[in-house]
């Protein structure tokens, strides 16, 4: 199993461009999750999915839009890059809450994202 | 609200030194909590949680509900031990989200 991957590894946006991050899970994990990493923040979760389509807002949403049309993907959609969404974007999944397991979270590698 | 407090951004110690990352959250009901470890260059990756009570890599963790917290120890510290340290709270059905801290950056002096 490839786990959880994410496309692409690195990107540079000017401000104003979009721009779509896919993450991708072969586990058929129930949960996905999109989180940004930055220095002295620590993760902050954007959104997650707890199904094939179904979205919700974290704690950070603005600026960002999620789409799950298939179990296995999670996409995170930029729509107006700001440098404020310069960071580290990293993707996890969860396995059905049904399993002994249900509460770890398996993270992708991440994406780290420059706007200029 | 539920939040998880990491009071140190930075921890130095040396090799073979006694460690302890601390953790301290605060949450009404009976939380489940986790810490992460994120290597150089690496993922997240789930280093252990409370009600395994296991040692993983020689780490343990003790939830405390009284003071609330739950700190990271190991006995002698080894230079692979350098990186990121998340401890994250789980609140449980219905809200299937975990609430991460700052983070700790530990670095083994060797």
């Known amino acids: 199993n490839a786990g959880v991957t994410q496309t692409p590894k690195f990107r540079v946006l000017k401000t104003g461009q979009s721009m779509t991050l896919l993450c991708a899970q072969d586990?058929?994990?129930?949960?996905m999750y999109w989180y940004r990493q930055d220095p002295g923040m620590g993760l902050r979760l954007i959104h997650y999915?707890?199904?094939?389509?179904?979205?919700a807002k974290g704690e950070v949403p603005d600026g960002y839009n999620v789409s799950r049309l298939k179990k296995q993907n999670f996409l995170l959609g930029l729509e107006s890059a700001a440098p404020s969404q310069t960071s580290v974007y990293f993707c996890?999944?969860?396995?059905?809450?049904?399993?002994?397991?249900?509460?770890?979270?398996?993270f992708g590698p991440g994406t780290r994202l420059t706007v200029t | 609200a539920q939040r998880v407090t990491q009071p140190e951004k930075l921890l130095s110690v040396f090799k073979g030194a006694p460690v302890e990352l601390k953790c301290n959250y605060s949450?009404?009901?009976?939380?489940?909590l986790f810490w992460y470890v994120q290597y150089s260059r690496q993922r997240l990756q789930l280093l252990l949680r409370?009600?395994s009570r296991e040692s993983i890599k020689g780490f343990t963790a003790d939830l405390n509900k009284g003071e609330t917290s739950f700190h990271l120890k190991k006995p002698f510290a080894q230079e692979e031990d350098s990186a990121m340290y998340y401890c994250?709270?789980?609140?449980?059905?219905?809200?299937?989200?975990?609430?991460f801290g700052t983070g700790t950056r530990l670095t083994i002096i060797p």
């Open positions: 994250a709270l789980f609140r449980g059905f219905g809200n299937e989200k975990l609430t």
């Open positions: 999915s707890v199904g094939e389509g179904t979205t």
């Open positions: 996890a999944s969860t396995p059905s809450p049904r399993t002994r397991i249900r509460n770890e979270q398996y």
């Open positions: 949450y009404s009901g009976s939380p489940e």
């Open positions: 409370h009600i």
């Open positions: 586990m058929n994990h129930e949960y």
